[in-house]
């Protein structure tokens, strides 16, 4: 059996409906939103230009390994705002951002042979980091805009939607890190856990088709721009690789330790200040994992580094 449902509606309300006024609300709603994100935008962009940093003079840029390896608190006057994966486009933006509103003397730059492959170029644009990535990235709009890094417009353009034009935000520090204090001091132990180690080179050096990643071009020519920015600044750059397992550095692509110790010839020859403590022979109790230090680990090296830097506390 079918059933019919019949619904009448009144002559007086067709009517009395008028299109055009209807779409003059339509139209004047979404005017009033777009000025509503507008003025969200103006304040926020004026909330990170005015948000303030910690007065130090030694500022301590890099990824997870100086994030578990630096302890700035060892140091007379350091902030360390390292963040895990960090690539080096990153490291110079903040140090750009940072530098405005302070004056530091010294900067601290982490470099390894992970940092130089072509996987910090892929982070980008890479599903496990992109979101994050995009958090980061947004403040530095002008930086990101003008840059030749490969990554999806259209989620950052999303990214930055949010965080600047729904609502007024205080702080926009996303791009801040800081030192962690790993807890766990006795991670590698006999045997080795080879599968975590073949998991971490395989991440940093190589691609789906097991082909080692090239050296990134994007990555040396930032190490460049730091250099070539704190100098006009009149900030001394310090670039520091920090120990790794002697495991992790004997798998590492000939390729990329080529072209590290290319880049280490360069700096030393520019007269610019390269700790490279990659092969430093310590204890395994001093490893979080295969390629970075524990809390005691970043006592000794932090130390290490005040004392060949000079720097006294």
């Known amino acids: 059996m079918l059933f019919r449902i019949v619904i009448k509606i009144p002559h007086s309300y067709i009517s009395n409906f008028n299109l055009k006024q209807f779409l003059k609300k339509i139209v004047a709603l979404i005017l009033l939103f777009i000025c509503y994100n507008c003025l969200n935008l103006v304040i926020n962009f004026w909330f990170i230009r005015t948000q303030k940093f910690l007065k130090k003079n ?20 350091a902030w360390n705002i390292s963040q895990p994966a960090e690539p080096l486009p990153l490291s110079y933006w903040k140090i750009k951002k940072l530098t405005t509103t302070s004056s530091y003397d010294t900067i601290l730059v982490n470099i390894s042979h ?15 980091y992109k979101d994050e990535f995009n958090n980061r990235m947004y403040p530095f709009i002008n930086d990101v805009r003008i840059s030749k890094l490969n990554f999806n417009g259209l989620d950052f353009v999303k990214k930055f939607y949010q965080q600047m034009c729904l609502f007024p935000k205080l702080n926009h520090k996303t791009f801040i ?14 045997p080795y856990d080879k599968k975590k180690l073949e998991t971490r080179i395989n991440d940093h050096f190589y691609d ?29 750059p310090i ?37 490279d403590y990659t092969t430093l022979k310590i204890s395994d109790s001093l490893f979080l994992d295969f390629d970075h230090l524990n809390k005691d680990g970043s006592k000794l090296i932090s130390r290490r580094i005040i004392e060949d830097l000079k720097l006294l506390k």
């Open 208 to 236: 789906s088709r097991n082909e080692s990643y090239s050296v990134s071009n994007i990555s040396l020519n930032y190490i460049d721009s730091i250099i070539t920015f704190t100098s006009s600044k009149k900030i001394t």
């Open 239 to 275: 670039f520091i690789s920090l120990p790794v397992h002697e495991k992790y550095i004997s798998k590492v692509p000939e390729g990329i330790k080529s072209a590290f110790e290319s880049l280490s010839t360069k700096l030393k020859l520019n007269d610019i200040k390269f700790l």
């Open 58 to 77: 030694i500022l301590v840029v890099g990824d997870s390994q100086f994030m578990t390896g630096i302890d700035d608190n060892l140091f007379y006057s």
């Open 114 to 128: 992970q940092r130089i492959s072509f996987f910090n170029e892929i982070k980008f644009g890479h599903k496990k």
């Open 177 to 190: 890190g800081e030192f962690s204090r790993a807890t766990n001091n006795s991670f590698l132990k006999k």
